[in-house]
């Protein structure tokens, strides 16, 4: 390989994150309604229309902020690898900005819950029965208030081991007025109580240590009432 090679692979990658970026400036103008210099928002729409003249064809606003908080998280991802490659593998991220934007892409997992439900009436019986959904890993809670928000008869519990997310979970939810309707905690799952039984469980595999990851999952399993739904999350 050569210095030429290196860069035309670096000016490859460059135009596909330049691409994504510019979606995702063209999402947040929508988001905020702020003011635009109209040159620059020509050529976010050129962009676009580039990638494909009908991608923002039918979607709301509420799928629109979803799809911007996955790009933003994204983004500052790669820039926490960049700064700190050296880092140990695993959760520490401590800046309020990462942890929103990143626990805020989490929403879209509630309508993909959802969506399956709309298709199997059992689950979709479960899900508008009281009922408690345990959501592990909880982070700063947009998961949880999501949930709260489209499956009004459920108890939503949140559990974490992170305590900076927990701080601004706990926040996140008195802004949305769910107080009554999801507790989080300081809590591993392999923790929990064993008297304590859910109708739905969502356990997040791809931020379970490797070391727990199989006493997680049975412990979750044994988490469940008769009939109850272990919602086994990956990424796609």
């Known amino acids: 390989m050569s210095f030429e090679s290196l860069m035309r692979a670096v000016q490859r990658l460059s135009a596909s994150s330049e691409a994504l970026a510019a979606l ?7 988001q905020s309604g702020e003011e635009s210099d109209p040159r620059t928002r020509q050529l976010l ?27 933003r998280s994204g983004y500052h991802y790669t820039i926490d ?13 401590e800046d309020e900005e990462i942890l929103q934007t990143i626990g805020k892409q989490s929403r879209r997992l509630a309508h993909q819950i959802n969506t399956f439900a709309g ?23 947009w998961l949880a208030i999501e949930a709260a928000q ?8 949140g559990v974490d081991v992170w305590e900076p997310s927990l ?30 039984a859910f109708t739905v469980v969502f356990l997040p595999a ?13 412990r979750a399993y044994r988490a469940l009432v008769r009939g109850g739904w272990l919602i086994f999350g990956i990424f796609t």
């Open 24 to 30: 995702g400036g063209e999402l947040r103008l929508r």
């Open 45 to 71: 729409h050129d962009v676009i229309r580039g990638i494909d003249s009908t991608l923002l064809d039918g979607v709301s606003p509420e799928q629109e902020a979803i799809a911007l908080a996955v790009i």
């Open 81 to 93: 690898l960049l700064d700190k490659p050296g880092r140990a593998p695993g959760w520490l991220h």
């Open 119 to 141: 298709r199997n009436p059992e689950f979709h019986q479960t899900l508008t029965s009281p009922g408690s959904f345990l959501d592990i890993g909880t982070g700063v809670g």
């Open 150 to 157: 489209l499956w009004p008869a459920l108890k939503i519990i």
């Open 167 to 196: 701080q601004l979970a706990r926040a996140n939810i008195a802004i949305s007025g769910m107080q009554n309707r999801i507790t989080v905690r300081t809590q591993n799952i392999v923790d929990l109580d064993e008297k304590e």
């Open 206 to 218: 791809p931020f379970l240590p490797y070391e727990v990851a199989v006493t997680a999952i049975e």
